[in-house]
């Protein structure tokens, strides 16, 4: 739950990143795109205001030039005042740009004439026309063209005016003040300049579709704007004036007419334009260029809007993906937490397995009688192979076992298997007993059809009888002098057919006789080229005199080094029991009649521990001796009680062990017998301890506690005292 | 056990056969003491079936030997297995005993 959380937050937090990231880049990429298409845009405007602006200079200087240069013919003329209409002739047509012009004399200059003005211009149809502007209705003494040059005493540029009862259009005049040669005004010389033009020239300006210019003039008063019917009708100031937030805009207009060039915002009704604005020279007037900021921005608004969508799209499949990913999280998560908990199940499922078979060797430390070891390497986490073995009435009962298949459904046979062997052997001692009752059993119960290959063998550990029972498995393999598969009934494996009767066989073990057991994940071991390891190599494998430990080990190298790198394709089980009596027991009453089960003992022992059998006589003579001795010594006549005999191979000397619960009786302590006395000196008794100690190596007495113990050691490759019997 | 006595030309024969060991040695004495009384002639015992000897065994012989002894008689141990021979040589009989093979 906490963990969702978490991954959720996490993703969550990832998206939120992602979006600012974007959104970040997006606002420095549209801040830079901003500011370059503000640039360009200036960068236009300007360019465009200059080159209008001088094209207008162009046609202006063209119209001072043609004034100035004609102004000293006018002088010239002054005293010829007919011929003034001439000059002003000469000046349109030598200038088409000029539309008209006058020499207008000051009033009263020409006493002749108190009013003189004669006008030339060209009419629509280029033809000139020669008016006169002496007229009382137009009183050209009052108009600006007129005073302004007188006031000032120089040439300069009119407001624009339509020119009514004159050029009948609207015209700005450049006039200069024509001086006699007193150097007094005479005159002003005029040439008109139609606006038309102006109006083409500046009203084509369009840097964006949607910009517009506007040209103003000293006065404010609206010379080119694209509402046509506010030119020359309204001053800017009157048009903001009327406007609904025109207060605003009072700044612009004073900015406008201020003789500078800049550009400044403009905010109209909601629409932000930036005005760009620069005066044309000597003419006072003020051309601008006035850009929606839609226009500049538009593109960038719309690559904005189409950014925007983008990033949308991007953050809808980031959470997508996230969404995905975090489902295929969950699902690896929940994936992996069933396979660690199915490994951590198979785990313990080995444990409890391993638990169940033997597992620590020595197995019986106590006894030396016993040298056994054992394996189970299982091909998966569990497998289907047991061993198991246990010590009852001093009889070894043991089995090795492989159920069919691997892995979990084997294991759990292989489970069941193994407590039914030890239900079934916990009071049976024939091992074909044991396997019949299992058999019937497992099959009773067997619905899933798997089999189990077993063999059962109950070893008397203390004569060495072998009984054994095998259902299917592989015949173990018995090592005696030498190697051989232990003979046995094929028989069918357990959980096939119930009731069926197993038979039992029987063998014997000798002293240092060996049995190993297996599975056929031994013999059927393959190397990469998938040979098998085979029951001959397995045979050379188990040569030589080893412990158990040893042998399984070695056993263990030699597979493991055949196989090399393949896989382990079966379980692999092996189980090794060395049988090494460490001798007999035999507890005989004071009876002189029992030294025939004396004889025997030592027979038994001899062939036990695989003696030569030369030895049998001499060690039966020495024993009966010692025996017979403390039966008639340690005990007095008539009391009952026992000799007990224990035999024991160590050390490479046989050792017996005479032990009676008698008075105290040193045998050893009886003087040697002179066998070279004659005859008649030669005592009767003595010759028990003397024939004793001839056969045996050491002969000791000891009084533990209320028992005599008598040690006779015969040290094993030694040739005193043997005797052949044959 | 079993001691078989035969006479003949003046020589008792005692044929030993199977084990004489303790418990047989106690069995067959009284038969031996029997011949005992006849040691003063010549006693063979024939051990060619005698197959182990001990002590007791060796005592019931011993007896035999000093009663001729004492008797003037003789005693002639006749065909002794190996096993037998090396019970005599470790007890000295070789040397009590006349061995005939």
């Known amino acids: 739950m906490n963990r969702k959380i978490l991954t959720s937050i996490k993703a969550l937090s990832l998206v939120v990143v992602a979006a600012v990231a974007l959104e970040a880049t997006a606002l420095v990429q549209y801040y830079y795109s901003q500011k370059g298409m503000r640039e360009e845009a200036s960068m236009r405007a300007e360019s465009q205001l ?59 200059y020409l006493p002749s004439k108190p009013l003189f003005s004669p006008y030339v211009c060209r009419s629509e149809e280029g033809v000139l026309k020669f008016l006169s502007l002496a007229t009382p209705e137009y009183d050209y003494p009052s108009q600006e063209w007129f005073t302004k040059p007188v006031e000032l005493g120089e040439g300069c540029w009119s407001e624009p005016y339509v020119d009514e009862g004159g050029g009948e259009m ?69 048009v903001i004036a009327g406007m609904d937030d025109g207060e605003a805009l009072t700044g612009l207009t004073r900015a406008l007419l201020s003789g500078e060039s800049g550009n400044i915002p403009m905010q109209y009704q909601g629409v932000t334009s930036y005005v760009y604005f620069a005066p044309v020279e000597r003419t006072g007037w003020s051309m601008s260029i006035v850009i929606p900021e ?14 925007l969508l983008l990033q949308l799209i991007g953050l809808a499949m980031i959470v997508l993906m996230l969404r995905s990913f975090i489902r295929s999280q969950k699902r690896y998560r929940a994936l992996d937490q069933r396979r660690e908990r199915i490994e951590g199940e198979l785990h313990i499922a080995n444990s409890i397995q391993m638990s169940m078979v033997p597992l620590v060797f020595p197995p019986f430390p106590e006894r030396h009688d016993l040298d056994m070891a054992a394996t189970i390497v299982p091909a998966k986490e569990v497998g289907g192979d047991l061993y198991d073995f246990f010590i009852r009435d001093e009889k070894l009962f043991f089995c090795v076992g ?51 290959t077993f063999f059962c063998g109950v070893l008397d550990l203390a004569g060495g009888e072998f009984r054994y029972c ?51 994940g031994l013999t059927e071991a393959e190397n990469a080229v998938h040979e098998q390891f085979g029951e001959a190599r397995m045979e050379a494998a188990l040569h030589g005199r080893k412990s158990a430990h040893d042998h399984l080990e070695n056993v263990k190298q030699q597979v493991a080094a055949f196989v090399g790198d393949a896989p382990q394709s079966d379980d692999l089980t092996l189980l090794f029991i060395h049988y090494l009596p ?96 004659g005859v008649e000196e030669r005592p009767i008794g003595g010759l028990g301890i003397h024939l004793v100690r001839q056969i045996m190596d050491d002969v000791r007495y000891e009084r533990v506690g209320k028992k005599n113990v008598l040690t006779l050691v015969k040290r094993l490759g030694t040739t005193k005292g043997r005797t052949n019997c044959k | 056990m079993e001691v078989k006595i035969s006479r003949e030309n003046n020589v008792v024969t005692a044929s030993l056969t199977g084990r004489l060991d303790t418990p047989a040695s106690q069995e067959v004495a009284p038969q031996m003491n ?34 001729a002894a004492e008797k003037g008689g003789k005693v002639i141990v006749r065909s002794i297995s190996g096993e037998i021979r090396s019970v005599f040589l470790m007890t000295g009989f070789l040397n009590l005993f006349e061995i005939e093979a």
């Open chain 1, 582 to 677: 460490v001798g007999g027991h035999l507890t005989l009453h004071n009876d002189i009649g029992e030294i025939p089960r004396l004889s025997a003992f030592v027979e038994e022992t001899v062939q036990a521990f695989k003696l030569d059998d030369t030895l049998t006589c001499s060690l039966n003579l020495a024993l009966e001796e010692a025996v017979v001795n403390v039966m008639q010594y340690a005990y007095p006549q008539g009391t009952v009680g026992t000799v007990s005999i224990d035999a024991a191979l160590r050390d490479g000397a046989l050792a017996f062990t005479v032990t009676d619960s008698g008075r105290p009786f040193d045998p050893t302590a009886s003087k040697e017998v002179d066998i070279s006395a």
């Open chain 2, 34 to 67: 029997e011949l005992a009384e006849e040691a003063g002639g010549t006693i063979v015992l024939d051990c060619k079936e005698l197959s182990y000897i001990s002590s007791s065994g060796l005592r019931l012989f011993l007896m035999l030997r000093k009663a």
């Open chain 1, 294 to 307: 839609n226009e500049i921005y538009g593109g960038l608004k719309r690559m904005g809007t189409v950014v």
């Open chain 1, 170 to 238: 609207l015209m700005t005049t450049f006039s200069m003040p024509v001086r006699d040669r007193s150097g007094a005004v005479a005159a002003v010389l005029t040439a008109d300049l139609s606006l038309d033009w102006l109006t083409e020239l500046v009203g084509g300006v369009k840097v964006y579709p949607q910009a517009f210019s506007m040209l103003l003039s000293r006065s404010g008063r609206i010379m080119v704007c694209p509402v046509e019917t506010l030119v020359m009708r309204k001053t800017a100031s009157e």
């Open chain 1, 470 to 520: 095998n259902a299917g498995h592989n015949p173990p393999m018995m090592l005696t002098d030498a190697i051989r598969a232990l003979p046995v009934e094929p028989n069918l494996p357990l959980g096939i057919l119930q009731g069926m009767d197993y038979k039992e066989q029987q063998a014997v073990l000798r002293y240092d006789d060996a049995l190993f057991l297996y599975t056929d």
């Open chain 1, 50 to 108: 200059e080159s209008t602006r001088n094209r207008i200079m162009d046609v202006i200087d063209q119209v001072e030039a043609a004034v100035r240069n004609s102004v000293w013919v006018a002088q010239w003329c002054l005293d010829y005042p007919d011929s003034l209409q001439r000059v002003c002739q000469r000046m349109v047509e030598d200038n088409p740009v000029v539309a008209g012009s006058t020499v207008a004399m000051v009033p009263g």
């Open chain 1, 402 to 452: 492989d159920v069919s298949g691997k892995g979990v459904p084997a294991s759990l046979v292989m489970a069941v298997t193994r407590t039914s062997f030890r239900n079934m052997s916990a009071h049976e001692e024939s091992p074909g007993r044991i396997v019949t009752a299992m058999n019937n059993s497992l099959s009773a119960m067997n619905e899933s059809s798997m089999f189990v």
